[in-house]
C-alpha cells in the first residue's frame, strides 16, 4: 500500500499537490511546478544517460533472481517483493517516457499539466491492476495451502 501511494502521489518526483495547486491557481504555483520539473526531468535523464544500462543489467538480473526464487523454488518472499516490483518497471519506463517528453518540447503550461496528470492516472491503472492481480494470488495460495 505505501509502494503505490507514493508512486500515485510523486509523479515524476514531483508531489501530487503541486500539480493540483498549479492546476487551480497558476501563476506563481505553476511557475514552481514547472521549474521542480525540469529539474526532476534532467536529473532522470542524466541517471538514465549515466548509468541507464548498468541499472538495466542490474535489475534485469534481480527481477530474474526473484522470478526463479519466487515461482521456481515457491518463496513465498519472493513472490511478494516480485509481485510488488515487477508492475513499477513499467512505471518508471513511463516515467522516462514522460521525462524524455517534457524534455524534448520544453513543455510549460496545460501541455505539462496534461503530460503528469497522464502519468499518474497510468500509474494508478497499472497499480490497481498490481494490486488485483497479488490479491488473487495472494488467494490462490491461501485455498491451495489450505486444501492439505
Known amino acids: 500500500a505505501v509502494l503505490w501511494s507514493s508512486a500515485y502521489y510523486w509523479v515524476l518526483g514531483v508531489p501530487f ?10 501563476g506563481s504555483a505553476e511557475d514552481d511546478l514547472e521549474a ?3 529539474g526532476k526531468v534532467r536529473r532522470l535523464l542524466l541517471i538514465q544517460e549515466l548509468s541507464g544500462s ?3 543489467a542490474f535489475v534485469s538480473f534481480a527481477m530474474t533472481a526473484l522470478a526463479i526464487l519466487a515461482f521456481w523454488y515457491a518463496v513465498e518472499f519472493a513472490q511478494a517483493l516480485f509481485l ?3 508492475p513499477m518497471i513499467f512505471v518508471v519506463a513511463m516515467a522516462l517516457s514522460s521525462a524524455r517528453r517534457i524534455h524534448r518540447g520544453q513543455l510549460a503550461g496545460a501541455p505539462l499539466l496534461k503530460v503528469l496528470l497522464r502519468q499518474r492516472f ?17 488467494m490462490y ?8
Open 122 to 138: 497510468w500509474t494508478q491503472v497499472i497499480g490497481i491492476f498490481a494490486v488485483f492481480v497479488t490479491a488473487v494470488f495472494g
Open 36 to 38: 521542480m520539473v525540469r
Open 17 to 26: 499537490d503541486m500539480i493540483q495547486r498549479a492546476r487551480r491557481h497558476g
Open 84 to 86: 510488488l516490483l515487477f
Open 54 to 56: 548498468w541499472l538495466l
Open 141 to 148: 495460495q491461501n485455498l491451495e495451502l489450505s486444501a492439505f
